[in-house]
C-alpha cells in the first residue's frame, strides 16, 4: 500500500469516526419526519453511502451536508409513505421508541443508544405531524425542533429561505391547535401513568375517570395483524369503558411493566414474556389527554 492509499485510508477512518458520533442525531432526524426506526437507519445508511462517494472537497461541513442530505432522502420516502399509510388499516401509530428495552436495561439492540431522540417527539407529536403536508413536516422538524437555520432547510427541501418560513409558520399553526400539551414535570407526568395502571389493573373505574380529561382520545394500532379498534375512541367515559374491558378479556395471563417511550414515562403491555403492545400517554393538568397504543408486531420487533 503506498502512501497515497494510507492517506485515502486514513481520511476514511476519520470520515467513519465522525460519521458514527453523529448518527444518532442524523437518526433522530429522519425518525422525527418517517416516523419509523426501520426506515430512519436506512436513510442515514444511505447517506452514509452516498458522503463516502462524494467529492469530500466540497464539503466543508460534513455534519451539515449529512443533515441534509438524510432530510432529502426522508422526504422523498415520507412522500411515498403517505399512500401506504392511506391504505393502512386503523390507525396508523408511530413505531415507538423504548429507553431500557423490555428488561430495563441497555443493550446493544436498544433504540435509544442509536436515536437522539428530541424530547417533543412523543407518540401524540408524531401522530399531529401525520396530518402535515411532507413539506410542512420537514421544514417544521427542522427547524423548530431541531434548530437548523432556514438556509439550511432550504438546501433540505427545494424552496427558498422566505418559502421555508411561511411553511413553517403554516405548520407551526397547524401543531399548535392539535399538539398534545405535556406536564413539564416529567415526575408529575410519571405518577399519572402509575395511578392510571393501578386504576386499570383494579378495574376501578371512578378512579380511571378521575385521571382521564374529558377530551381523552385513544388510539390502537394493530397494522391490520392483531385485533384492535379502527377507529379512535373519544371521552373519558367511553375510553375507561374501552380500557376496563380490555382488561377484563385479558385477565391474568397479561401484565404491564412500566418504561420510558418516547422520552416520557409510558407502559409495555406483556403476555407470558411476549411484549404484545407498548403505550404512551399525554398528560396535562394531572390528567390523561392521549393514549397511543402500538400493537402491530412487526412495530414491536426492535423493542428488546
Not at 432529502?72 to 409513505?81: F, G, Q
Not at 407526568?189 to 378521575?210: N, Q
Request: hydrophobic residues 45%; glycine residues 10%.
Amino acid at each position: 500500500m503506498n502512501g497515497d492509499d494510507l492517506d485515502d485510508l486514513r481520511e476514511l477512518e476519520e470520515l467513519a469516526a465522525e460519521f458514527h458520533a453523529i448518527r444518532p442525531r442524523l437518526v433522530g432526524v429522519a425518525y422525527g419526519l418517517l416516523g419509523t426506526v426501520d426506515e430512519a437507519e436506512d436513510v442515514v445508511q444511505e447517506a452514509w453511502l452516498r458522503l463516502v462517494r462524494a467529492d469530500r472537497a466540497d464539503i466543508r461541513d460534513v455534519t451539515g451536508w449529512l443533515v441534509v442530505t438524510v432530510s432529502r432522502l426522508a422526504l422523498d420516502v415520507l412522500r411515498s409513505a403517505r399512500v401506504r399509510r392511506e391504505e393502512y388499516v386503523g390507525p396508523w401509530l408511530p413505531e415507538p421508541v423504548v429507553t431500557g428495552g423490555v428488561t430495563g436495561g441497555v443493550t446493544g439492540d436498544d433504540p435509544a443508544e442509536r436515536v437522539t431522540l428530541a424530547e417533543s417527539m412523543s407518540l401524540a407529536m408524531l401522530v399531529v405531524l401525520e396530518s402535515l403536508s411532507p413539506a410542512e413536516r420537514t421544514v417544521f422538524v427542522l427547524h423548530d425542533v431541531f434548530g437548523l437555520p432556514f438556509a439550511e432547510v432550504g438546501k433540505a427541501v427545494g424552496r427558498t429561505p422566505a418559502a421555508c418560513r411561511q411553511l413553517a409558520a403554516r405548520a407551526r399553526r397547524h401543531v399548535s391547535a392539535r399538539a398534545p400539551r405535556f406536564d413539564v414535570d416529567a415526575a408529575e407526568h410519571r405518577r399519572v401513568v402509575e395511578a392510571f395502571t393501578a386504576a386499570t389493573a383494579g378495574r376501578d373505574m371512578d378512579a380511571l375517570l378521575a385521571l382521564l380529561d374529558p377530551a381523552v382520545v385513544l388510539r390502537s394500532d394493530g397494522g391490520g395483524v392483531v385485533r384492535a379498534v379502527r377507529r379512535p375512541v373519544f371521552g373519558a367515559a367511553k375510553v375507561a369503558r374501552f380500557l376496563l374491558g380490555v382488561a377484563e378479556r385479558f385477565g391474568d395471563g397479561h401484565h404491564v411493566r412500566p418504561s420510558t417511550v418516547n422520552g416520557w414515562p409510558g407502559l409495555l403491555r406483556f403476555h407470558g414474556n411476549e411484549l404484545v403492545g407498548v403505550t404512551g400517554l399525554a398528560t396535562a393538568g394531572g390528567r390523561i389527554t392521549e393514549i397511543d397504543i402500538v400493537m402491530n408486531p412487526e412495530k414491536l420487533r426492535r423493542v428488546k
